[in-house]
């Protein structure tokens, strides 16, 4: 078997509940890649026992596992900047823990990026199975960002994506910590594709 190609960056907070499931989702991912994949998850302070577990279960884990584990909660973008940072394959994919977006979407955008095309792609939410006030709430978020902040936002946000080494590389360079992540993802070019997808409703079950 070859070296590793792939990286899968899944930040963690409060998420222990869900990381049984998501370790055997990212076995079913990574035997979409030929087994060459990487996964870096990055607790961000989380409160609960979800560093412990992740301890005491990556020696057996199938896939190839870094664990970062930051000195407090900082915020999603900045502990999926820290997994970009230690990231070490060709193409290099975000999810997140809890399932709202399929981790089918993440084999999804390993296979467009692999084909040289794009150095981009994002998930674009073509549905979402939220109570109404969230999607209304949502809705209004995103009208607004892109009315004032920046036009090529998609219309729902963004958030899981894909990017090859040298978009990470151009991503990483910029030193705007308090600016929004997807934000520069955008605001650095590079061919880019979205990619559309129903998500799923918020689970509560990696609520403390």
Not at 44 to 69: I, K, T
Not at 112 to 118: C, E, F, N, S, T
Not at 171 to 181: C, N, T
């Amino acid at each position: 078997m070859g070296g590793i190609t792939h990286s899968l960056i899944i930040p963690i907070y409060r998420n222990e509940a869900f990381l049984p499931d998501l370790l055997r989702a990212v076995e079913d991912i990574t035997r979409t890649v030929a087994n060459r994949m990487e996964v870096v998850f990055v607790v961000d302070g989380s409160p609960d026992r979800s560093e412990e577990w992740l301890l005491a279960h990556l020696p057996a884990c199938a896939v190839p596992a870094q664990l970062v584990a930051l000195s407090r909660n900082f915020g999603s973008f900045t502990a999926i900047r820290v997994g970009l940072t230690r990231a070490t394959g060709e193409i290099i994919a975000v999810m997140a823990a809890d399932f709202q977006e399929p981790p089918e979407l993440v084999a999804e955008f390993f296979r467009i990026l692999a084909g040289g095309r794009h150095d981009v792609a994002v998930g674009t939410r073509a549905s979402r199975d939220d109570p109404l006030a969230d999607k209304v709430a949502a809705g209004l978020f995103w009208r607004i960002y892109r009315a004032v902040v920046q036009k090529e936002m998609p219309a729902a946000g963004i958030d899981i994506f894909a990017v090859t080494r040298k978009a990470r590389d151009a991503l990483l360079q910029l030193e705007e910590s308090h600016s929004s992540l997807v934000s520069q993802l955008l605001w650095i070019g590079f061919d880019r594709i979205e990619v559309p997808y129903a998500r799923r409703a918020r689970a509560c079950r990696g609520r403390p």
